[in-house]
């Protein structure tokens, strides 16, 4: 079975400032790899999806996020932070090869100080 | 377009009530799954309907909770009788069809029902 794991339960960055959210997925193929945000009290919403082809995906509201088969990593990355970035953020996996249940990770809650 | 709906937002009930929580997806997806996020963790996939039929309630603890779809659109999640465990925001999402790797295949997701079993 798949496995996820966000190492990082806090990340503070300063508004402004580069962002990196690590995440490593255990899967014996490619998996589908998946980014996500929460806001409190909101459901996700997707930001980034893998699936195959070019290894380094562009995202909504300016993230992006690189697959790196050596290191089984798909790390979210944003040039510049913004206040509203603020929010959780997870890593999910989903097997590519017969059931679709996805598996997310613990999430990783951003910190942006002014 | 509207979103997921769900209701209620909050509920807190004793252990060993019962307690339903009520989903409406997105006008026409066909799939539609329930999580239930804990405090701290990621969501876990409960349930995932296609149409009104069950495509994998593995994960589903089925001597206490209970879901189904009426006519392929709304759907009800049950849990009967609570446990303190029980304890979550139980997430309510729809997407277009099953397989993930479909162009149109994001899952939207609803706000959640925050469930305090005291």
Do not use: M
């Not at chain 1, 979210?76 to 996805?102: M, N, Q, T």
Request: hydrophobic share 35%; proline share 6%; aromatic share 12%.
């Amino acid at each position: 079975a798949q496995s996820v794991t966000q190492p990082d339960i806090h990340i503070t960055v300063s508004e402004g400032a580069s962002l990196e959210l690590r995440c490593n997925y255990s899967y014996g193929a490619t998996p589908y790899l998946f980014w996500y945000v929460q806001s409190p009290g909101q459901g996700l919403q997707l930001l980034l999806k893998y699936f195959s082809g070019d290894t380094l995906v562009q995202g909504i509201k300016g993230f992006e996020a690189e697959f790196k088969r050596s290191q089984s990593s798909f790390n979210l990355r944003k040039p510049s932070v913004h206040w509203s970035d603020a929010a959780e953020y997870f890593c999910a996996v989903v097997a590519s090869g017969g059931s679709y249940i996805p598996t997310f990770g613990r999430g990783t809650s951003l910190i942006v100080h002014p | 377009e509207a979103g997921v709906a769900q209701s209620p937002r909050y509920k807190i009930i004793e252990k060993r009530q019962s307690v339903a929580f009520w989903c409406n997806p997105i006008s026409g997806h066909a799939t539609l799954y329930w999580y239930q996020q804990i405090l701290g963790q990621g969501p876990k996939l409960l349930i995932q309907f296609q149409n009104n039929g069950v495509v994998d309630d593995s994960q589903l603890p089925k001597d206490r909770f209970s879901a189904e779809r009426l006519k392929g659109v709304d759907s009800t999640l049950k849990i009967q009788p609570a446990k303190l465990e029980d304890s979550a925001v139980y997430l309510c999402a729809s997407s277009l069809g099953e397989r993930p790797s479909g162009t149109r295949n994001e899952q939207f997701f609803g706000p959640g029902t925050r469930l305090t079993v005291l």
